[in-house]
T-cell receptor, first 112, second 114 residues
Framework: GENVEQHPSTLSVQEGDSAVIKCTYSDSASNYFPWYKQELGKRPQLIIDIRSNVGEKKDQRIAVTLNKTAKHFSLHITETQPEDSAVYFCAASTASYDKVIFGPGTSLSVIP | GAGVSQSPSNKVTEKGKDVELRCDPISGHTALYWYRQRLGQGLEFLIYFQGNSAPDKSGLPSDRFSAERTGESVSTLTIQRTQQEDSAVYLC????????????FGPGTRLLVL
């Protein structure tokens, strides 16, 4: 089955700097890659997703890139703010009707 | 509209007792997931229901864990003979796959086994 790895497990950046979180997946059939943000004590929420027919997607300060050949995808957050501090989970799925497998998470701390 | 709800929000039980956790998905969502999240850890997939298809139970950690879903509505996760290692937050999520793969999570049930 699908296996998703995520690095780093923890990340600290200064406010205003960029943060990059990287994920790899094992199943070459995976074609949907969402990212969820979980603030302390709250439920995970989708922040951005990308499909295999697209190499990059941006939404304001957040961007995701996908390299299907290498089975890598990354989350980029620019101009980080303290409210970006949270745990970020990447995930992969093979189809709309298949389960989503999450990575272990990255705890991001943005230092004011 | 109403989001995903879960009950109870907190549950304290004694080792060896059975517990039942409930999830009410967003109305009309055909897909429903259960995850376990231990303190400071990731989202561990447990079980996935999609419409009338047979559920994907590949994530259930032992035969003490089972889940049912009534049609495309309420789901219950049952843990029999609870152990201390079952202590975690149990999260439920639902989605409508042919519209969007976005999973909408409930607030979770925090289970503590003493």
């Amino acid at each position: 089955g699908e296996n998703v790895e995520q690095h780093p497990s923890t990340l600290s950046v200064q406010e205003g700097d960029s943060a990059v979180i990287k994920c790899t997946y094992s199943d070459s059939a995976s074609n949907y890659f969402p990212w969820y943000k979980q603030e302390l004590g709250k439920r995970p929420q989708l922040i951005i997703d990308i499909r295999s027919n697209v190499g990059e997607k941006k939404d304001q300060r957040i961007a995701v890139t996908l390299n299907k050949t290498a089975k890598h995808f990354s989350l980029h957050i620019t101009e980080t703010q303290p409210e970006d501090s949270a745990v970020y989970f990447c995930a992969a799925s093979t189809a709309s009707y298949d389960k989503v497998i999450f990575g272990p998470g990255t705890s991001l701390s943005v230092i004011p | 509209g109403a989001g995903v709800s879960q009950s109870p929000s907190n549950k304290v039980t004694e080792k060896g007792k059975d517990v039942e956790l409930r999830c009410d998905p967003i109305s009309g969502h055909t897909a429903l997931y259960w995850y376990r999240q231990r303190l400071g850890q990731g989202l561990e997939f447990l079980i996935y229901f999609q419409g009338n298809s047979a559920p994907d139970k590949s994530g259930l950690p032992s035969d003490r864990f089972s889940a049912e879903r009534t049609g495309e509505s309420v789901s219950t996760l049952t843990i029999q003979r609870t152990q201390q290692e079952d202590s975690a937050v149990y999260l439920c999520a639902s989605s409508l796959p042919w519209v969007s793969e976005t999973q909408y999570f409930g607030p979770g049930t925090r289970l503590l086994v003493l």
